[in-house]
């Protein structure tokens, strides 16, 4: 790649355990991924985003190396029947829930880790690349840059290098991926040689070790260099455009799950006190005439008015309680109890499914600072709703754990996975929707996790959900540790 065929835009390669590299990306590489940008003008998935960012831009090794460690960083944070929780574009209310879910824990999309991926010759570092990445070129020449003023020179944990087009040709060249014809392939076969190629790059730039023997500070090129190539500034322009797009759909769309929302709040107080006096009615007639009736087909007809009064009555009260739960009344509590407490609960239906139930305790004790009462009947709803999802012999895991986010906050997460059928993306979508099940008709409202999302939303927690057809669900719920008990336990994380 000449001078002349270089764009003046990099991607980083950002990496924790190797230095992180700078990538040149060439002209002709730059189109292809303006034009995978655009085809992402339907928000889709992260797992439809990475094919589509492979076939229209992976035959260039630059884009090949980055989406290569992309898919590599994807798959280690999956567990076996996990998948991606990423955000999808709201549906009206159920959709709406998801992406509230969502909004704060969320992985960012592919398209929103490309951008922030992208330097630019002649425009400033991203912020979080000036704070956190300690810059080397390989020309050996230190560069004093604007940018990092105020950090006294201070040298943080990660490196960034900055590959001139020549010496990053030497690392493709010597990777010995041969040329291939995607005419001759189908499309299937193109991506996996692809990505094969992608991995070879990627596994020959972090084993050559002299790249890393060379230092400077920021590098001033990309920041105070001459402007990017025409290419170079569509690309940059086109990845601005769309992201743009989404938010603003994303915005449109929350603002219509809030109407709903307030609508559903609305409908269900008004149900509440027009149809609970009604049903109380039903139920007290009913259970008086039970009590003088001796002809057991009329005592069966009573017991089902009564039995349905009261199915009636619980399920007018359960959406009550999703349109606005009760305070919660929060106090330090053992996290292993309330997870007990609820696993004894449901022993009967566990015996009644013939199902395994395997309980993983958190591996020393921790304190969260929640409503006991409220998070062991969300725990309980969505353990109940895992049970329901698995066919006989199946098996459902329950686990606590403590997770460290990347910003250092902690928190307590509980985990309930099960081995049934899994989720499509509109199931996943509706999941939290009241009303929504994915079972047949009779086996239940579709309250249960909605319930349990308002409640722990109540206690100041979160809820994800991460499912692939065919594989099971894991939910997971993140609840606040108590900090004081945290701090002298010192516990240890999740695995």
């Given at each position: 790649m000449s001078n002349s065929h270089f764009s003046g835009v990099w991607l980083l390669l950002r990496q924790s355990a190797a230095p992180c590299f700078a990538l040149p990306v060439p002209r002709q590489a730059c189109l292809s991924l303006t034009r995978a940008v655009l085809a992402q003008r339907a928000d889709l998935s992260d797992t439809d985003a990475s094919k589509h960012l492979w076939a229209?831009?992976?035959?260039?090794?630059?884009?090949?190396?980055?989406?290569?460690?992309?898919?590599?960083?994807a798959a280690r944070q999956l567990k076996p029947h996990d998948s991606v929780a990423e955000p999808v574009l709201p549906d009206c209310l159920g959709g709406y829930l998801e992406a509230v879910r969502y909004q704060r824990h969320a992985p960012s999309s592919l398209l929103r880790r490309l951008s922030e991926s992208?330097?630019?010759?002649?425009?400033?570092?991203?912020?979080?690349?000036?704070?956190?990445?300690?810059?080397?070129?390989?020309?050996?020449?230190?560069?004093?840059?604007?940018?990092t003023n105020g950090h006294n020179g201070s040298r943080s944990r990660e490196e960034l290098i900055f590959l001139e087009s020549e010496v990053w040709l030497t690392v493709i060249a010597t990777a010995k991926c041969e040329p291939f014809e995607p005419e001759a392939l189908s499309l299937a076969d193109v991506l996996v040689v692809r990505r094969e190629y992608g991995e070879r790059w990627l596994t020959r730039l972090n084993a050559s070790g002299h790249l890393r023997e060379r230092g400077g500070q920021l590098d001033s090129r990309a920041a105070n260099?001459?402007?990017?190539?025409?290419?170079?500034?569509?690309?940059?322009?086109?990845?601005?455009?769309?992201?743009?797009?989404?938010?603003?759909?994303?915005?449109?769309?929350?603002?219509?799950?809030?109407a709903c929302l307030e609508a559903t709040r609305e409908l269900a107080y008004g149900a509440g006190h027009e149809i609970n006096n009604p049903l109380a009615n039903i139920a007290?007639?009913?259970?008086?005439?039970?009590?003088e009736e001796h002809d057991p087909e009329r005592r069966r007809r009573l017991s089902t008015i009564v039995d349905q009064s009261f199915r009636a009555r619980d399920m007018i009260g359960g959406l009550m309680l999703f349109a606005r739960p009760p305070k919660s009344q929060r106090v330090a509590t053992d996290l292993g109890s309330i997870m007990q407490a609820?696993?004894?609960?449901?022993?009967?239906?566990?015996?009644?499914?013939?199902?395994?139930?395997?309980?993983?305790?958190?591996?020393?004790?921790?304190?969260?600072?929640?409503?006991?009462?409220?998070?062991?009947?969300?725990v309980r709803a969505i353990a109940v709703n895992a049970l329901e999802a698995v066919s006989s012999g199946g098996r459902v895991v329950l686990s606590g754990c403590r997770r460290l986010e990347n910003n250092g906050d902690s928190w307590c997460e509980v985990r309930i996975v099960d081995e049934g059928r899994g989720m499509d993306t509109d199931t996943r979508r509706r999941a939290f929707a009241p009303f929504f099940s994915g079972r047949e008709a009779g086996r239940g409202v579709g309250l249960g996790l909605s319930k349990a999302w308002r409640l722990i939303e109540n206690n100041g927690g979160d809820v994800t959900i991460a499912s692939r057809l065919g594989q099971g669900t894991q939910v997971s719920i993140r609840l606040p540790l108590n900090a004081l008990a945290e701090a002298e336990a010192g516990v240890?994380?999740?695995?």
């Open positions: 229209l831009a992976g035959s260039d090794p630059t884009i090949a190396v980055w989406l290569a460690h992309e898919d590599w960083c992208l330097v630019v010759s002649g425009q400033a570092f991203p912020s979080d690349v000036q704070q956190s990445l300690f810059s080397k070129n390989l020309s050996g020449k230190e560069h004093c840059d604007r940018h260099g001459k402007p990017p190539s025409l290419e170079g500034a569509v690309l940059r322009d086109a990845v601005s455009a769309v992201l743009s797009m989404h938010e603003q759909v994303t915005h449109f769309q929350e603002a219509v799950g809030e007290t007639r009913a259970q008086a005439l039970l009590l609820a696993i004894d609960s449901i022993q009967s239906l566990v015996a009644a499914r013939n199902v395994r139930l395997e309980y993983s305790p958190p591996p020393v004790p921790l304190e969260v600072v929640v409503d006991r009462a409220q998070i062991e009947e969300a240890s994380g999740c695995p």
